[in-house]
């Protein structure tokens, strides 16, 4: 984005957003005047841009460090917590806040639909900006599904005085999903394509929403087949209809060949600017020029308080195809030096290790990667530093690390994966849909692994224990999701969809061989029996995580809102 471009943009939300009262968590027709709002696409834009903040961006921008995505889950290690709900420590709240069954963006969208068709303008534009509306609303309600499941339905903006409404009950999850796939529809009729928006001026495209639309019905046609049967499923669906629904609108994102994968995988992640990448399909822009609000702490806070865990580790293959189990040609991993060494090239891409660059300073002079931070405040506790989003050049402006690292918040590559997991969830996967999909991951400029050949798969005797058992060809596909989207903030939702409790019910994560350039750099960590280092000892204690699988798929609505609204009735299971 063009700096006067960003200014615009940030003057404008701004004046939406800036005032000690955001305008639009009051009723909006307080503070919007009807005869002066709502007459131009530039009113339309305006009032839209407030949506934009609530994409995900770096977490703890402004607070000294920036935690890596999936912290708390299995694949990557905090030093200060692991997730609420894996510890099993959830208490139901009192209160509803701004993260708990907060319903207020859900309001702003329903209030920017009713009003959108009252501007004027090109009819292309306006359509736009609506299809904006219906893309947010149905983001809103998957945050909301994700929480807590059932949900009552208000498709539209309502008064103090729409009793029926204000008091409705919750609608089964499967209806509120169709209620959002429907928004979804419409979005994808609507929206400008990508390459009809220009890098200057990036919003929700009609690729967005294709993605969006593939992306909640794998999450919902795969938690109905894992949850069936229990307090949480769909009584008499297997969640085929939502899986078929994922697999066609991720196959429309691969037939209509408008994008394609970046060159370089070890790259993706590494830039200030997505505004040309090929596969970006939305991306957050920071900038620190604009004051430190628009920044990020990513860069100057490495570790960042983060480790990447020994089982993430060990998911990526070896360059022969094989699992580390099973290849000749796996060095093992009790020194950093060699964990890499013929392994999958995202892993490097993924992992520092001694003789990666830590900084390029401004006159070309490199400061290589020694040893991981074990003891300093942001500690990577697990000694698996992150490569992935790292960059080491020095700012020749600031005289340090940028604070304008790109975040990426969708990409082609998840389409690939969603249509290789709902084929193989449905039964009907073929060599050719691997080969336009998984295989064509591999393939990228920079990976080069070998294709994943249905008849030739083998068996890793160190597969996941889900708590069932997969077909061989679904096993691979999940690991290739957890490689290829490493640390980007799937693997919670993963977890709960898949109804996976078994990966981490009674267990800890642990992180790298306590080798001794580890035990130079830190001494008398804890170690587990293998000597690999065991941080979370201190969180979960030898009985592991706690968490109640007849209870914490779900969080529990806050006690006032159902004394207010008896509706809501009954709490979700185990509550």
Not at 2 to 25: N, V
Not at 75 to 89: F, I, M, Y
Not at 137 to 148: D, P, Q, V
Not at 332 to 344: M, P, T, Y
């Given at each position: 984005m063009?700096?006067s471009?960003?200014?615009?943009?940030?003057?404008?939300l701004?004046a939406?957003?800036?005032?000690?009262?955001?305008?639009?968590?009051?009723?909006?027709?307080d503070?919007?005047?009807?005869?002066e709002?709502?007459?131009?696409?530039g009113?339309?834009?305006l009032y839209?841009n407030?949506?934009?903040?609530n994409?995900?961006g770096?977490?703890g921008?402004?607070?000294?460090?920036s935690?890596?995505p999936?912290n708390?889950?299995d694949?990557?290690?905090?030093?200060?917590?692991?997730?609420?709900?894996l510890?099993?420590?959830?208490?139901?709240?009192?209160?509803s806040?701004?993260?708990?069954w907060?319903?207020s963006?859900?309001?702003?969208?329903?209030?920017?639909?009713?009003?959108v068709?009252?501007?004027?303008?090109?009819e292309?534009d306006?359509n736009?900006?609506?299809g904006?509306?219906?893309?947010?609303?149905?983001?809103?309600?998957?945050?909301?599904?994700?929480s807590?499941g059932?949900?009552p339905?208000i498709?539209?903006?309502?008064?103090?005085?729409?009793?029926?409404?204000l008091?409705?009950?919750?609608?089964?999850?499967?209806?509120?999903?169709d209620?959002?796939?429907?928004?979804l529809?419409?979005?994808?009729?609507l929206?400008?394509?990508?390459?009809e928006l220009t890098?200057?001026n990036p919003r929700?495209?009609k690729?967005?929403a294709?993605?969006?639309?593939?992306?909640v019905?794998l999450?919902?046609?795969?938690w109905e087949?894992y949850h069936?049967g229990?307090?949480?499923?769909?009584e008499g669906?297997t969640?085929?209809t939502?899986?078929?629904?994922?697999?066609e609108?991720?196959?429309?994102?691969i037939?209509?060949?408008?994008l394609?994968?970046?060159?370089?995988y070890?790259?993706l992640?590494?830039?200030?600017?997505?505004?040309?990448?090929?596969e970006?399909?939305?991306w957050?822009?920071y900038?620190f020029?604009?004051?430190?609000?628009?920044?990020?702490?990513l860069?100057i806070?490495?570790?960042?308080?983060?480790?990447?865990?020994?089982f993430?580790?060990r998911?990526y293959?070896?360059?022969?195809?094989?699992p580390?189990?099973?290849?000749?040609?796996?060095?093992?991993?009790?020194?950093?030096s060699?964990?890499?060494?013929?392994r999958?090239p995202?892993?490097?891409?993924t992992?520092?290790?001694?003789?990666?660059?830590?900084?390029i300073?401004v006159?070309g002079t490199i400061t290589?990667?020694?040893?991981?931070?074990?003891?300093?405040?942001?500690?990577?506790?697990?000694?698996?530093?992150s490569?992935?989003?790292?960059?080491?050049?020095?700012?020749?402006?600031?005289?340090?690390?940028?604070?304008?690292?790109?975040?990426?918040?969708?990409r082609?590559?998840?389409?690939?994966?969603?249509?290789?997991?709902a084929?193989?969830?449905l039964?009907t996967?073929?060599?050719?849909?691997l080969?336009?999909?998984?295989n064509?991951?591999?393939?990228?400029?920079g990976?080069?692994m070998?294709?994943?050949?249905?008849?030739s798969?083998?068996?890793?005797?160190?597969w996941?224990?889900?708590?069932?058992?997969l077909?061989?060809?679904?096993?691979e596909?999940?690991?290739?999701?957890t490689?290829e989207l490493?640390?980007e903030?799937?693997r919670?939702?993963?977890m709960?969809?898949w109804?996976?409790h078994a990966?981490?019910?009674?267990q800890r994560?642990?992180?790298?061989?306590?080798?001794?350039i580890?035990k130079?750099?830190?001494?008398?960590?804890?170690?587990?029996?293998?000597n690999?280092?065991?941080?979370?000892?201190?969180?979960?204690?030898t009985?592991?995580?706690?968490?109640k699988?007849e209870?914490?798929?779900l969080?529990?609505?806050?006690?006032?809102?159902?004394?207010?609204?008896p509706n809501?009735?009954?709490?979700?299971?185990?509550?």
């Amino acid at each position: 984005m063009k700096k006067s471009k960003y200014i615009f943009l940030l003057f404008s939300l701004l004046a939406i957003a800036g005032c000690k009262e955001d305008f639009l968590d009051r009723n909006p027709l307080d503070e919007i005047s009807e005869p002066e709002f709502w007459k131009t696409t530039g009113d339309l834009e305006l009032y839209a841009n407030a949506f934009y903040q609530n994409l995900p961006g770096w977490a703890g921008v402004g607070n000294g460090f920036s935690p890596m995505p999936d912290n708390g889950t299995d694949l990557s290690l905090s030093s200060t917590e692991a997730s609420t709900r894996l510890l099993g420590n959830v208490t139901i709240p009192t209160t509803s806040s701004t993260s708990v069954w907060n319903w207020s963006n859900v309001r702003k969208a329903n209030y920017f639909l009713a009003n959108v068709d009252k501007a004027t303008g090109a009819e292309a534009d306006i359509n736009q900006y609506k299809g904006e509306g219906l893309f947010f609303r149905a983001y809103y309600y998957f945050s909301l599904l994700k929480s807590y499941g059932d949900l009552p339905i208000i498709d539209k903006y309502i008064e103090n005085t729409d009793v029926d409404y204000l008091y409705k009950g919750r609608d089964p999850r499967n209806k509120v999903v169709d209620f959002m796939l429907s928004d979804l529809d419409q979005a994808i009729s609507l929206l400008k394509t990508k390459s009809e928006l220009t890098a200057s001026n990036p919003r929700i495209n009609k690729e967005a929403a294709l993605l969006l639309k593939a992306t909640v019905a794998l999450y919902e046609g795969t938690w109905e087949k894992y949850h069936q049967g229990t307090a949480y499923g769909v009584e008499g669906s297997t969640g085929a209809t939502y899986l078929q629904q994922a697999a066609e609108s991720a196959k429309k994102l691969i037939d209509d060949n408008t994008l394609s994968l970046h060159n370089s995988y070890a790259k993706l992640f590494n830039q200030t600017s997505l505004s040309a990448n090929s596969e970006v399909i939305l991306w957050k822009e920071y900038n620190f020029t604009f004051g430190n609000s628009y920044g990020n702490d990513l860069q100057i806070s490495w570790p960042n308080r983060s480790s990447y865990s020994r089982f993430a580790v060990r998911s990526y293959l070896c360059k022969d195809g094989l699992p580390y189990a099973l290849s000749p040609l796996y060095q093992g991993d009790q020194l950093l030096s060699k964990i890499e060494v013929n392994r999958d090239p995202r892993l490097a891409a993924t992992i520092m290790v001694p003789g990666d660059t830590v900084a390029i300073a401004v006159n070309g002079t490199i400061t290589p990667f020694t040893v991981p931070k074990l003891t300093t405040n942001n500690a990577a506790v697990g000694g698996y530093e992150s490569q992935k989003y790292r960059i080491p050049n020095i700012d020749p402006l600031t005289g340090t690390f940028t604070r304008s690292t790109a975040k990426i918040i969708m990409r082609y590559a998840e389409a690939l994966l969603i249509y290789a997991e709902a084929k193989a969830e449905l039964g009907t996967i073929t060599q050719a849909d691997l080969d336009i999909s998984i295989n064509k991951l591999r393939k990228r400029s920079g990976v080069g692994m070998p294709d994943l050949v249905m008849s030739s798969i083998v068996t890793d005797p160190n597969w996941p224990n889900y708590g069932y058992s997969l077909t061989p060809v679904l096993y691979e596909i999940r690991r290739e999701r957890t490689v290829e989207l490493m640390n980007e903030g799937f693997r919670f939702d993963d977890m709960m969809r898949w109804r996976a409790h078994a990966l981490f019910l009674g267990q800890r994560p642990r992180g790298a061989y306590y080798e001794q350039i580890l035990k130079s750099a830190a001494s008398n960590l804890k170690v587990d029996s293998e000597n690999y280092l065991d941080p979370y000892i201190t969180f979960v204690g030898t009985a592991g995580y706690a968490f109640k699988p007849e209870r914490d798929y779900l969080s529990p609505i806050p006690t006032d809102e159902i004394t207010i609204n008896p509706n809501l009735k009954p709490n979700n299971p185990g509550w």
